[in-house]
């Protein structure tokens, strides 16, 4: 017990002797040991890499996982590390909702058949931003996050150690200056300059070995960032690879919309199988910056370029085009929105497309991108 009490006292004792030379250094009433500049480079780069690493893996967290909700139940689960119970992603959620109110509405009518449809799409989805999220989360959090949890510790225990024996150091250079002082006015004997010089090359060892160790430790932060380069391009195919997979569901989904408004289309508009809400929404597509629909298919556009090119094309017309469209192979030609285009169709072709020209260019366009001119 005496033993612990001594150790605690002596402990205590360095702490306040510490702190003491820390709070004069800044008042400026202690000389402060200059780290190497070498070394001082590499903490202020491990100290931005850090504050950096972070700000990243909050926005991705945030960016994959909007719910402020859902992510504190994942830091949770994985703190207590516990398998976090399988939530199904908005898009399944939506589809799963979809199914269900066409279940209730009937399978068979109108509604409830293309409920069905966009509802499946919309699982599908789903599913790849189940894929995306596990995939980023395996390839790049964690990553990021071992190294604040591992690495970066390490770092900042070895260089609080360094900082200590810093501080050490100086308080015998200021030990060993007040010796000297009272030496020169025979205040004290010479064994109590020689014992503060062996205590300031006892500091000095100790300062020097930790600073190395500090610094090995900085210098890999180069490795991290090779690292992190690898998982930064890791987490950018996952996401290509998610955008390509929802990019080719929406097409899919636009075929399956488009067949049933084409296979709809009767005499009497108003007894269309397909919803018009339907084509305003997924046949459109994203149009670019500036693009403008014309006034007089302002509000329902999709439906009025079904409804003009359910009419069969005869020889060579004119074509303005609604909506960009980006070709998905060399047989078909890529189109801008507002320009002018010729059109026209070849025996056996699939009566939801048309042949386009523009110049020298030819290729296969969408009939439900184009309003045809007389």
Same mark, same amino acid.
């Given at each position: 017990?005496?033993?612990?009490?001594?150790?605690?006292?002596?402990?205590?004792?360095?702490?306040?002797?510490?702190?003491?030379?820390?709070?004069?250094?800044?008042?400026?009433?202690?000389?402060?040991?200059?780290?190497?500049?070498?070394?001082?480079?590499?903490?202020?780069?491990?100290?931005?890499?850090?504050?950096?690493?972070?700000?990243?893996?909050?926005?991705?967290?945030?960016?994959?996982?909007?719910?402020?909700?859902?992510?504190?139940?994942?830091?949770?689960?994985?703190?207590?590390?516990?398998?976090?119970?399988?939530?199904?992603?908005?898009?399944?959620?939506?589809?799963?909702?979809?199914?269900?109110? #066409?279940?209730?509405?009937?399978?068979?009518?109108?509604?409830?058949?293309?409920?069905?449809?966009?509802?499946?799409?919309?699982?599908?989805?789903?599913?790849?931003?189940?894929?995306? %999220?596990?995939?980023?989360? #395996?390839?790049?959090?964690? !990553? %990021?996050?071992?190294?604040?949890?591992?690495?970066?510790?390490?770092?900042?225990?070895?260089?609080?150690?360094?900082?200590?024996?810093?501080?050490?150091?100086?308080?015998?250079?200021?030990?060993?200056?007040?010796?000297?002082?009272?030496?020169?006015?025979?205040?004290?004997?010479?064994?109590?300059?020689?014992?503060?010089?062996?205590?300031?090359?006892?500091?000095?060892?100790?300062?020097?070995?930790?600073?190395?160790?500090?610094?090995?430790?900085?210098?890999?932060?180069?490795?991290?960032?090779?690292?992190?380069?690898?998982?930064?391009?890791?987490?950018?195919?996952?996401?290509?690879?998610?955008?390509?997979?929802?990019?080719?569901?929406?097409?899919?989904?636009?075929?399956?919309?488009?067949?049933?408004?084409?296979? #709809?289309?009767?005499?009497? !508009?108003?007894?269309?199988?397909?919803?018009?809400?339907?084509?305003?929404?997924?046949?459109?597509?994203?149009?670019?910056?500036?693009?403008?629909?014309?006034?007089?298919?302002?509000?329902?556009?999709?439906?009025?370029?079904?409804?003009?090119?359910?009419?069969?094309?005869?020889?060579?017309?004119?074509?303005?085009?609604?909506?960009?469209?980006?070709?998905?192979?060399?047989?078909?030609?890529? %189109?801008? #929105?507002?320009?002018?285009?010729?059109?026209?169709?070849?025996?056996?072709?699939?009566?939801?497309?048309?042949?386009?020209?523009?110049?020298?260019?030819?290729?296969?366009?969408?009939?439900?991108?184009?309003?045809?001119?007389?």
């Amino acid at each position: 017990m005496d033993f612990n009490v001594k150790k605690l006292a002596s402990g205590a004792g360095v702490f306040f002797t510490r702190a003491v030379q820390f709070t004069e250094e800044k008042l400026g009433q202690a000389e402060k040991t200059e780290l190497d500049p070498h070394l001082e480079n590499l903490i202020t780069r491990a100290d931005s890499t850090k504050n950096w690493t972070e700000k990243i893996l909050r926005q991705t967290e945030v960016l994959l996982q909007p719910n402020p909700s859902a992510r504190i139940e994942e830091f949770i689960y994985d703190k207590l590390d516990k398998k976090l119970p399988s939530r199904m992603t908005n898009p399944e959620l939506l589809g799963q909702y979809m199914l269900e109110a #066409a279940n209730d509405f009937g399978p068979g009518t109108p509604y409830g058949s293309t409920l069905i449809t966009v509802g499946e799409y919309q699982k599908r989805l789903g599913g790849a931003e189940r894929e995306l %999220l596990q995939t980023s989360a #395996a390839t790049f959090l964690t !990553p %990021l996050r071992n190294f604040l949890e591992g690495d970066w510790r390490t770092i900042s225990k070895e260089r609080r150690l360094m900082e200590n024996r810093r501080l050490d150091l100086d308080i015998c250079k200021a030990r060993l200056k007040k010796a000297k002082q009272a030496e020169a006015k025979a205040a004290l004997l010479s064994e109590e300059v020689d014992k503060a010089e062996h205590e300031l090359r006892v500091a000095q060892t100790e300062f020097d070995r930790q600073a190395e160790v500090t610094r090995l430790l900085l210098e890999g932060i180069s490795s991290t960032h090779l690292n992190h380069l690898r998982c930064l391009q890791d987490f950018a195919e996952a996401q290509a690879t998610y955008y390509a997979q929802c990019h080719h569901y929406m097409q899919e989904l636009q075929r399956e919309l488009n067949k049933c408004a084409n296979a #709809a289309s009767t005499p009497h !508009p108003t007894a269309a199988v397909c919803p018009d809400p339907v084509s305003s929404a997924f046949l459109s597509g994203p149009s670019s910056p500036g693009a403008t629909v014309s006034s007089s298919s302002s509000q329902r556009p999709s439906t009025l370029a079904m409804e003009q090119t359910q009419l069969p094309v005869t020889g060579t017309r004119k074509a303005k085009v609604l909506y960009d469209y980006d070709a998905h192979d060399a047989s078909e030609l890529s %189109l801008l #929105a507002d320009e002018l285009i010729t059109v026209h169709t070849v025996p056996g072709m699939d009566p939801d497309w048309l042949i386009g020209e523009r110049g020298n260019q030819k290729g296969k366009v969408p009939v439900t991108y184009l309003e045809l001119l007389s």
